[in-house]
């Protein structure tokens, strides 16, 4: 275990190189920021050979990148998979697409490296104390913001207070007690208890740094110290951006413009990939993937060494507050069937939020599977204990796909003589649902972080909830509690799978969720775009900052 370290960006070259494969898991849990020399910041991991898988889950595949010398100039066409409903971090939840188009205009202060450890990005260091209560985060200077205003550290305490106070971002924060700007480059955030791994938490939307005039700003215009700045919006078509002049990250970033479209129909969106209309896309879906796997002429970066897709069971509201009840939906969920009829089985089994290779993970951890005679016999028990029918509403997204992909779930639990009403809403009244406990069951994905302390303190934890919880279970387990502070409050690898391994038992018995699959995530590009094999770090699929986008460039 170490304590009281300080990591700055002249740390890491000498140690990242030098990590071996066999290494990779081991870094995942809980190494500190370590930082590196003053090209840092550019997106992490080197360029890989063709048809390689790495520790973390990423594959990539298809034509290597040019090498020679990365070429300044030209414009990108990235096509994604939806709108983003906003860029305010505290005013809109980030879906992938969301943090796609807020990683064109703003930066993390850390970022994950190669090897899914946190490092510093627009912070140059983070130091714990040695209780890993208090973090200090250093910040360079002579940075500005895209409308020329300073970036200091009075500006990212405003941006943290403000995170803390917002429904969206605010329950990550609940364990905070006060952030400090001591002098213009210094922020220091005490917590209520000890987190070694609030580093990793700030790769994530809370990460974000971004100008107090954002607040002011319309909701796609914000204004941040990224590669790029925004020009031009139009709802559901497009995403104009220029290269930032004076962007802090020396040499980058190579494009002179970047576009980026909402194409909502997968199929459209791969047909113009293969017709040179876009020069990359963004895709979960089965039938894309498997004609991605196929064409040998795109180059391609999957992520599937995380993010589940479950649903989620409100236990503090019936029926859901009967454990028979979710012990009844578990066992009438096929997720086998699931699978192969949604995913055409691209998407692999789950049983908890771990994935194989990740901190906390059993191929055997006591999770139920599918037997409808058993589903139907604790119905019949629920109705006995309660007086009442099983019956609930299954809200999830209000889009095509998501409501086919529910609809089959329905089915299944018609079978074993539930009733159950689907209510699709759009994500924003989702997301607000889940956070205030206002549904029986929701569907989503979630758990991609290579790092499950990102995810542990605000989606495990069932103590103190607030109103506004991310912890859209509301199951306050001891037993879960207990683990979750035993892991996050150190660095001992030890300390931490046996305190990960008891949580996934425990969820396996309590059963707040129900694990549908393991998302596969592809990122594919035209042979002419360098620099997508960096996204092999898991970066693809994770709820973060997608660092490699400052590094894109078109050969001629």
Known sequence: MQHGRSFGRRAARATAGAVALAAIAASLTGCKAEGNTEAQASAPGPQAAPTTTNALGGTVSGPPDATTAPVDGGTLVFGIEAEPEGLDPTR??????????????????????????????LATAMTPSAD??????????????????????????????????????????????????????????????????????????????????TNLNEADDPIGTG??????????????????????????PHLDSLEIRPIPDDSTRLSMLQAGDIDMMLTLRAPQI?????????????????????????????????????????????????????????????????????????????YPGFDLAKAKQLVAQYEKETGKPLEFEFVTQLDVSNQQDSNLLVDMYSAAGIKVKLNALPQINLLAAAASGRFQMVRFRNYSAPNPDTDAIPFFRGDNLPPLSLNFSRLNDPTINASVYEAAGTTDTAV??????????????????????????????????????????????????????????VSS
């Open 290 to 366: 498997e004609s991605l796997r196929a064409d040998t002429d795109l180059k391609k970066v999957e992520n599937a060494g995380g993010e589940e897709d479950h649903v989620v069971l409100n236990t503090s509201a019936e029926p859901f507050n009967s454990l028979t009840a979710r012990q009844a939906i578990a066992y009438a969920t096929d997720s086998a069937r699931w699978r192969k009829e949604i995913t055409q089985d691209v998407e692999a089994p789950a049983n908890g939020p771990f994935a194989p290779g990740q901190i906390g993970y059993l191929a055997d951890n006591g």
């Open 132 to 213: 890993f209560k208090t973090w200090t985060i250093t910040l360079p200077t002579g940075v500005k913001f895209s409308d020329g205003s300073d970036l200091t550290a009075d500006v990212v305490k405003y941006d943290m207070e403000k995170f803390r106070a917002s429904y969206i971002t605010g329950p990550a924060w609940s364990g905070v007690t006060s952030v400090e700007a001591p002098d213009p480059t210094h922020v220091v955030v005490t917590w209520a208890f000890p987190f070694a791994s609030f580093d990793a938490r700030l790769t994530t939307q809370d990460g974000y740094v971004f100008a107090p005039q």
């Open 92 to 121: 809109y939840a980030y879906s992938g697409s969301g943090h796609m188009v807020a990683s064109a205009v703003m930066d993390t202060l850390m970022v994950l490296d190669e090897n899914g450890r946190a490092v510093p990005n």
């Open 227 to 252: 590669p790029f700045i925004r020009e031009h919006h139009e709802q559901g078509k497009t995403w104009t951006f220029r290269k930032n002049p004076t962007y802090w990250k020396k040499g980058l």
């Open 496 to 553: 931490r799978t046996k305190a990960y391994e008891t949580i996934n038992r425990q969820l396996a018995s309590q059963l707040p969720d129900i694990w549908l699959g393991r998302v596969v995530w592809v990122l594919a590009a035209q042979p002419k775009v360098n620099g997508i094999y960096a996204g092999a770090n898991g970066t693809v699929e994770t709820l973060g900052a997608k660092p490699w986008i400052a590094s894109l460039w």
